[in-house]
């Protein structure tokens, strides 16, 4: 007479083991899928706010050094060498044309005191310095309230049109908004 064994193996997992093992990676995919996009929301903001201190850092530095030429994308905008309308340099700004975007422009002066900026039509998308922030960013405008920020040739100086001496990015999410501030010509962010 023989008798037959049977062996089961004990190796696998339970149920209840593969229930806990998926729990904990659905929970740890959901705290790192949000803290991606939080992080991508923060870095739209800084991003915007990186673009625009190097847009009024242009016009500073190209004001200082009165080039008369402004080449962006591979477009050229000036007036300012054109002996036939006999203009010079005023200087260099960044316009803020809406709560969602802003330009670079070059300001030349005639003989009359005519003043032109150049550019002629900076809220064109297509003029190469028109720049859009980034869908959930925009101006507050309920911190400041300033519409153009100008560096003149040689008085190393900025003028600012409009209320404050600060602009404030803000994000349609729940982040804390960047303020760059003009104060004497120096640009900070805080």
Request: aromatic letters at 8%; charged letters at 10%.
């Amino acid at each position: 007479m023989s008798t037959k064994t049977h062996i089961f193996s004990n190796k696998g997992f339970t149920l209840i083991e593969l229930i806990v093992v998926f729990t904990v990676i659905a929970i740890l995919s959901t705290i790192g899928t949000a803290s991606l996009v939080s992080y991508s929301r923060t870095q739209s903001l800084n991003q915007a706010t990186n673009d625009l201190v190097q847009a009024l850092n242009s016009a500073k530095t190209f004001s200082a050094s009165q080039i008369k030429v402004l080449n962006i994308n591979g477009k050229t905008y000036s007036q300012c060498q054109n002996p036939a309308q006999s203009y010079t340099l005023s200087g260099y700004g960044v316009k803020i044309l809406s709560q969602h975007s802003y330009a670079l422009y070059i300001a030349c002066i005639n003989n009359n005191g005519i003043v032109a900026d150049y550019p002629a039509n900076l809220s064109d998308p297509t003029n190469g310095t028109f720049v859009a922030l980034p869908s959930d960013v925009s101006f507050d405008s309920t911190s400041t309230n300033i519409t153009d920020i100008f560096f003149p040739v040689l008085s190393g100086g900025v003028t600012v049109t409009g209320i404050g001496n600060a602009i404030v990015l803000k994000s349609n999410y729940n982040i804390s908004p960047k303020t760059i501030s003009i104060a004497q010509g120096i640009i900070s962010v805080k």
